[in-house]
């Protein structure tokens, strides 16, 4: 079981930074490739971004690629979505989330197992 906590969402203009981290309790973080998502009212949850378990393989959504980094923290159980250039099309409720599979980087929702709660992330024009 791993439960995950998201934080560092807020309102941003355009252009402008944030990073989210999510916090994962138990000893086993390691163990899971993981994802952001997102989703904005009325649109289905997206794809943002994926690590594998060692931090080294990263994959991205078009939208959001050379503006997002993903990077984990295994020794602090984190792992982090830095976003710069923000858009107003990134306005959108942030999910971080663990893979069902140890080698799975999907882009499915269907494919994670566990998830947080959500940070929400408001970009101004």
């Known amino acids: 079981q791993v439960q995950l906590v998201e934080s560092g969402g807020g309102l941003v203009q355009a252009g402008g930074s944030l990073r989210l981290s999510c916090a994962a309790s138990?000893?086993?973080?390691?163990?899971?490739?993981m994802g952001w998502f997102r989703q904005a009212p009325g649109k289905e949850r997206e794809f943002v971004a994926a690590?594998?378990?060692?931090?080294?393989?990263?994959y991205y959504a078009d939208s959001v690629k050379d503006r997002f980094t993903i990077s984990r923290d295994n020794a602090k159980n984190t792992v982090y979505l830095q976003m710069n250039s923000l858009k107003p099309d990134d306005t959108a409720v942030y999910y971080c989330?663990?893979?069902?599979?140890?080698?799975?980087?999907?882009?499915?929702?269907?494919?994670?197992?566990?998830w947080g709660q959500g940070t929400q992330v408001t970009v101004s024009s």
């Open positions: 690590i594998n378990r060692s931090g080294i393989n990263t």
């Open positions: 989330a663990a893979s069902s599979t140890p080698y799975g980087m999907g882009r499915l929702p269907r494919e994670y197992v566990y």
């Open positions: 138990g000893r086993t973080f390691s163990s899971y490739p």
